[in-house]
């Protein structure tokens, strides 16, 4: 506080040696009389105390400004190394879980005829049972899903989108809008532009804001069905509560048919003529076939055409889900291997993160 003072008079010292009139001393006059204000001996030593400690308050205050700021910066990002520690945990768990369903798919293919397992040791079933392995530091859930059970978008007739039909209109669609969805998804993929009763060709699709033309080929992924005609977001995926149909349709079964062997039931239930006791019955029945047996149930007359009851394809969807200990949440991944004869496998399909249904 001295030396402030000492060098407040020296200043003033050295203002005054400046000649009066110099442009100096024109600009700094202000400081001049400031300085002598302050130094003059009737000077308030108060105001002068209270120069100090405002200076003093608010140089405390700027570093507790900084000291906190700094610590809001390391706990922020402290917590978010740890979210993503947990979330990275989950993913990897995810993906084993994907790569145990794979070699289960392996296994599945040597013992396709067995009747007799080891202990512990049965094949895991392709119709969407869920299995839960423990992996530290958390564990994983692995649902497979032989594509066989599903509605192929790709090999659809005008006889087998009567399946498709059912299935829109149990999901809550008006029969309208389901007539349309169908009659729309054999437009896009058929090679003329001939316009079917409720579907839509070029002539609806250029009339779009964003125009686009019908495809007139395969779907090349499911999400596809987003450019078709009534098909939105919410039907395809599923919403508020509802499910979507993407869990029942597949580009890689390669048959007009169900098999009945791995079909989901909200398939079955779509089958022409089936009742849900009826669905009931084949879920139960195949629960205790191995994996390729022939299902023993009797069918009415009309759904024959529709199904199947025996065989797999040799395209699966895995959905695999991770989780951490107590946690509830789960980074999920969805994918869809095709396995080749020579036990050799690809990927068709793999998003990751996906929403799965527990
Ligand atoms: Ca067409």
């Known amino acids: 506080m001295k030396l402030t003072f000492e060098s407040f008079s020296m200043i003033l010292k050295k203002l005054n040696k400046m000649p009066t009139k110099s442009v100096f001393m024109r600009k700094h006059n202000k400081v001049k009389k400031f300085l002598e204000k302050i130094l003059a001996p009737e000077s308030d030593i108060r105001t002068q105390k209270g ?39 989950k993913k990897f768990l995810a993906e084993a879980g994907v790569e145990r369903g794979i070699a289960e798919l392996f296994y599945r293919n040597l013992f396709k005829n067995a009747n007799i397992f080891e202990e512990g040791r049965r094949v895991w079933r392709a119709d969407g049972t869920a299995y839960s392995v423990l992996l530290s530091p958390g564990y994983f859930t692995v649902k497979i899903i032989d594509e066989s059970g599903k509605i192929d978008i790709n090999t659809l007739t005008d006889l087998s989108g009567i399946i498709l039909r059912s299935l829109l209109i149990n999901s809550g669609i008006q029969e309208r809008d389901a007539s349309e969805i169908v009659d729309s998804i054999l437009d896009w993929k058929d090679a003329d532009d001939l316009r079917r009763l409720n579907g839509a060709e070029d002539d609806f699709y250029m009339s779009l804001p964003v125009p686009y033309k019908a495809k007139n080929g395969r779907f090349d992924t499911l999400e596809e069905l987003l450019l078709v005609k009534g098909i939105t977001p919410g039907i395809l995926y599923g919403g508020n509560q509802k499910k979507g149909i993407l869990d029942f349709i597949t580009i890689y079964s390669n048959s007009t048919t169900i098999n009945l062997l791995s079909a989901p039931k909200e398939v079955l239930l779509a089958v022409p003529g089936f009742t849900p006791e009826i669905a009931d019955e084949i879920i139960s029945k195949r629960e205790d076939l191995s994996t390729t047996g022939v299902l023993n149930v009797t069918i009415p007359q009309e759904s024959t055409q529709f199904v199947k009851q025996t065989g797999s394809s040799n395209a699966y969807t895995i959905e695999s889900a991770g989780y951490k200990d107590k946690d509830k949440a789960a980074f999920a991944v969805r994918a869809t291997v095709i396995i080749d004869t020579a036990n050799k496998f690809q990927y068709v399909y793999y998003k990751s993160p996906v929403q799965v249904r527990k």
């Open 51 to 89: 120069i100090i400690l405002i200076i003093v308050l608010w140089v405390l205050t700027i570093l507790m400004v900084i000291v906190l700021s700094f610590s809001v910066m390391a706990r922020t990002e402290s917590y978010s190394t740890l979210a993503y520690r947990e979330e990275l945990e």
